[in-house]
């Protein structure tokens, strides 16, 4: 499925923002609203930060880039506009998944972590939130544009018409493409450990029902969720689906605002929860997330055992296959022989940049057929896995085909049907908002002529 806002420019223009405020005030450059859509203001310093964030991305206007990204930006508020009306939401599992994809992402891209932050001249915690809130607002845009075109369909027929009418040289080309299979197993955490991150969490509890301090502080120092942390632990108002079940489980039955819950082990670690409110089938709560330290021992040991894994399927003493079936403890792939799915595509097929970025570097030095040596990632729950990985499939760059490339071209096409039905709903949609445009800012070619109303 079409990715229709990108993330990566989104996220990057947030922290690229905070980084370059402070040399936007130094230079005295006074801030200023550009465009009101609805009832919210567009400013200068949005334009300028997204700006830097193009040029950070070698992006290549074909307009004037101070008329291209306001545009853009009154766009993006059109669609989070309609999915408050629609009360499209964001659940924190996903929420967390793609803070994680690009904190691995810029810690992959930059050497470490250490850095990453100082790159960004930021500490982790502080890049972590500035992507939480963007990664809101990106995913619910994503949402509420999958509503909008959710519905439509495509035939063979519609992408063979499609493909014959396209001119040799308009033919798409197939970037590299592969399929891997893998088994994760999880390093055992010690007894004591598991039982002192739980005396820890029993102490908390103890230390705010006695009035020593509040919840709220105790997580903004030790909660293990960065994203809630420096907001006290927290979170929105949620419904159960968007919530780990165990950790629903709890919240949900709370009784009493400011009642603190047992112990909920969720598979992202162990947390204490506060509710602060329920309204209807949704609940606002804080907590508190503790996870095991794994030991270094435990990871060597884990991976130990995954390599002798790994060479008795090279010794032909049972199938990869197999061993994903019965061996792996990744919840998403042993029931298919360890195949990972793609969720962006709907299929097992994987551009490098679609893998999580440590299978990435490991395959992109595999041949097909070839099992790798153990390794350690961290997935989105947080907690740290080990692995091996076989490279099932590769099929290099190439001039798509019907015969090899439908979906992709399938995609193509839906892609196509998807931006008009988008690009008609926008021209609809500023019919009935309010906008206004900052007199120096309105001499402009836009992509959408009817923000201008006269």
Not at 17 to 23: A, D, R
Not at 262 to 291: A, F, P, T, W
Request: charged residues 30%; aromatic residues 8%; hydrophobic residues 35%.
């Amino acid at each position: 499925m079409k990715k229709f806002i990108n993330f990566k420019s989104v996220v990057l223009s947030a922290l690229l923002l905070s980084l370059h405020m402070v040399t936007y005030a130094q230079n005295n450059v006074i801030d200023e609203v550009v465009w009101v859509v609805g009832d919210e203001a567009i400013l200068k310093s949005e334009v300028e930060e997204a700006r830097m964030s193009a040029l950070y991305e070698r992006r290549k206007f074909d307009r004037e880039p101070y008329c291209v990204i306001p545009e853009e930006i009154a766009v993006q508020k059109l669609f989070l506009h309609q999915a408050a009306l629609d009360s499209i939401e964001v659940s924190e599992a996903e929420i967390i998944q793609r803070v994680d994809m690009y904190m691995n992402m810029y810690i992959s891209d930059l050497g470490s972590r250490e850095k990453m932050e100082e790159y960004f001249n930021k500490t982790s915690s502080q890049i972590r939130e500035t992507l939480r809130e963007n990664a809101r607002e990106g995913l619910t845009v994503q949402k509420m544009q999958q509503k909008l075109v959710g519905e439509i369909k495509i035939t063979p027929a519609e992408v063979r018409r499609y493909f014959s009418a396209l001119p040799a040289d308009s033919i798409p080309y197939i970037p590299t493409q592969v399929e891997v299979q893998i088994i994760t197993q999880q390093p055992k955490v010690p007894l004591e450990e598991t039982e002192d991150v739980k005396r820890r969490l029993r102490e908390f509890t103890d230390r705010v029902n006695k009035g020593e301090t509040t919840f709220s502080s105790l997580a903004r120092m030790y909660s293990e969720d960065k994203g809630t942390a420096l907001n006290g632990g927290e979170m929105p108002f949620v419904g159960r689906g968007q919530l780990d079940p165990a950790f629903a489980n709890v919240a949900f039955n709370l009784q009493g605002t400011n009642k603190i819950s047992k112990i909920v082990e969720s598979e992202y670690g162990y947390h204490i929860i506060q509710l602060i409110e329920k309204r209807g089938d949704r609940i606002r709560v804080r907590h508190i997330l503790l996870k095991p330290h794994v030991p270094e021992e435990a990871l060597m040991q884990t991976n130990a055992r995954l390599d002798s894994i790994a060479d008795d399927i090279r010794n032909g003493k049972f199938s990869f296959e197999d061993a994903a079936s019965v061996l792996s403890q990744d919840k998403d792939t042993r029931n298919n022989h360890g195949l990972m799915p793609n969720p962006e595509t709907g299929t097992s097929k994987f551009q490098m940049q679609e893998l999580p970025p440590e299978i990435a570097k490991v395959v992109d030095k595999m041949k097909v057929g070839e099992i790798s040596e153990a390794f350690t990632m961290i997935p989105k729950t947080g907690k740290e896995e080990c692995v091996i990985v076989k490279l099932k499939s590769r099929i290099n760059g190439h001039k798509a085909t019907i015969a090899e490339d439908y979906q992709n071209l399938k995609n193509i096409v839906l892609s196509k049907r998807q931006d008009q039905v988008l690009d008609k709903w926008i021209r609809e949609k500023q019919k009935h908002t309010y906008v206004r445009i900052n007199e120096n800012w309105r001499n402009c070619t836009f992509k959408y002529p009817g923000w201008i109303k006269e």
